[in-house]
């Protein structure tokens, strides 16, 4: 099982592959709704988390102690899903 990072509560089934979490997508028009209905941008990585190895390696962080959480110098913060 490969660590994934995120924002938000997730799912413990969608460890099940790329396809069932493809299915879980927003449409284009759906994005575009979203984004009119709540005035802001839509951002994938809440729908699909990153895997560690997805996650930026040219820019310095450091890894909180107590959730593992990644805290990159440029102010990202990746989450650490459980």
Same mark, same amino acid.
């Given at each position: 099982? *490969?660590? !994934?990072? +995120?924002?938000?509560?997730?799912?413990?089934?969608?460890?099940?592959?790329?396809?069932?979490? %493809?299915?879980?997508?927003?449409? !284009?028009? !759906?994005?575009?709704?979203?984004?009119?209905?709540?005035?802001?941008? @839509?951002?994938? #990585?809440?729908?699909?988390? #990153?895997? !560690?190895?997805?996650?930026?390696?040219?820019?310095?962080? %450091?890894?909180?102690?107590?959730?593992?959480?990644?805290? @990159?110098? %440029? +102010? *990202?913060?990746?989450?650490?899903?459980?």
């Amino acid at each position: 099982f *490969e660590m !994934e990072y +995120g924002v938000g509560e997730r799912d413990e089934s969608s460890s099940e592959g790329s396809e069932s979490r %493809n299915k879980n997508r927003m449409s !284009e028009d !759906e994005i575009a709704l979203f984004e009119m209905e709540y005035g802001v941008e @839509y951002d994938p #990585y809440y729908d699909d988390p #990153y895997t !560690e190895d997805e996650l930026p390696d040219d820019v310095p962080f %450091n890894v909180d102690r107590r959730y593992g959480d990644r805290i @990159y110098e %440029n +102010g *990202e913060i990746f989450y650490k899903d459980k």
